[in-house]
C-alpha cells in the first residue's frame, strides 16, 4: 500500500524565514513526488514534482524540494517565504498502474502560515 | 492555460436526494479525476476516468456514481445523498502515460451540504 504523510498539520513562520515542510511516502518501487498548493478557498495549483534525476528540483516561485530514498522523503523549501505564501502545501505520490496512467495519493496537508 | 471548471460552486441538498456535481475541462486531458477534500483527511481519490466511456473507482467510491460520456466532462452523482457526504468537492484533469508524470489541473471545487 502506497501512503504520504505529512507530519505538521500548521507551520507558522515569519516573512523572511526561512521553511521547510516534511513529506515522507512509503512504496517499494518507482514514484513520482510531486507539491501542490492551495490558497484559501481555492483548487490546487502544482508546484513541482519529481521522478529521477537530481534529487534537488526547482519549482514556481521560489520552491525547491529535495527527494530521498533513504530517508523515504520528498521535503518542500522554501530560503525566505513572503505573507502570500500563507496556504495548504500538499504533497503527492503517484503510482503508475497497468493502464499507464498515474492515480495521485494526497498527504494530509500543512497549513502554513507566513507572520509579517 | 489549463482549465477545469466545476459546477454549481455551492449546493444545498436533503437527506435521500440526488446530487450531480459537473465538471468540464477545456485541456484535452485522458484523465479526470474526483475528490474529496475533509479537515484531517486531504484529498481523497472516488473515482476517476481514463477516457470517455470509462469510470473507474477510486479508493471511497461507496455511495458515488461517475459518468464520462465525452473527453471533457466528468459527472460524480450522489443517488441518495447522506450528511456523511457534506464536503469540498474537487474536480481534477492530467494526462499521463508514456512515463511521464501525471501533473492534475484542479477546479475550484463545490462546497456541498446535505442537511
Known amino acids: 500500500t502506497q501512503t504520504v504523510s505529512q507530519s505538521d498539520a500548521h507551520v507558522t513562520v515569519f516573512e523572511g524565514d526561512s521553511v521547510e515542510l516534511r513529506c515522507n511516502y512509503s512504496y517499494g518501487g518507482s514514484i513520482y513526488l510531486s507539491w501542490y498548493i492551495q490558497h484559501h478557498g481555492r483548487g490546487l495549483q502544482f508546484l513541482l514534482k519529481?521522478?529521477?534525476?537530481?534529487?534537488v528540483v526547482q519549482g514556481v516561485n521560489g520552491f525547491e524540494a529535495e527527494f530521498s530514498k533513504s530517508d523515504s522523503s520528498f521535503h518542500l523549501r522554501k530560503a525566505s517565504v513572503h505573507w502570500s505564501d500563507s496556504a495548504v502545501y500538499f504533497c503527492?505520490?503517484?503510482?503508475?498502474?497497468?493502464?499507464?496512467?498515474?492515480?495521485?495519493?494526497f498527504g494530509e496537508g500543512t497549513k502554513l502560515t507566513v507572520s509579517s | 492555460e489549463a482549465a477545469v471548471t466545476q459546477s454549481p460552486r455551492n449546493k444545498v441538498a436533503v437527506t435521500g436526494g440526488k446530487v450531480t456535481l459537473s465538471c468540464n475541462q477545456t485541456n484535452n486531458h485522458n484523465n479526470m479525476y474526483w475528490y474529496r477534500q475533509d479537515t484531517g483527511h486531504g484529498l481523497r481519490l472516488i473515482h476517476y476516468?481514463?477516457?470517455?466511456?470509462?469510470?473507474e473507482k477510486g479508493d471511497i467510491p461507496d455511495g458515488y456514481k461517475a459518468s464520462r460520456p465525452s473527453q471533457e466532462n466528468f459527472s460524480l452523482i450522489l443517488e441518495l445523498a447522506t450528511p456523511s457526504q457534506t464536503s469540498v468537492y474537487f474536480c481534477?484533469?492530467?494526462?499521463?502515460?508514456?512515463?511521464?508524470?501525471?501533473?492534475?489541473?484542479f477546479g475550484a471545487g463545490t462546497r456541498l451540504s446535505v442537511l
Open positions: 519529481y521522478y529521477s534525476g537530481n534529487p
Open positions: 476516468s481514463y477516457g470517455a466511456g470509462s469510470t
Open positions: 481534477a484533469s492530467g494526462d499521463a502515460g508514456g512515463g511521464s508524470q501525471n501533473t492534475l489541473y
Open positions: 503527492a505520490a503517484s503510482l503508475m498502474n497497468q493502464g499507464g496512467s498515474a492515480k495521485l495519493i
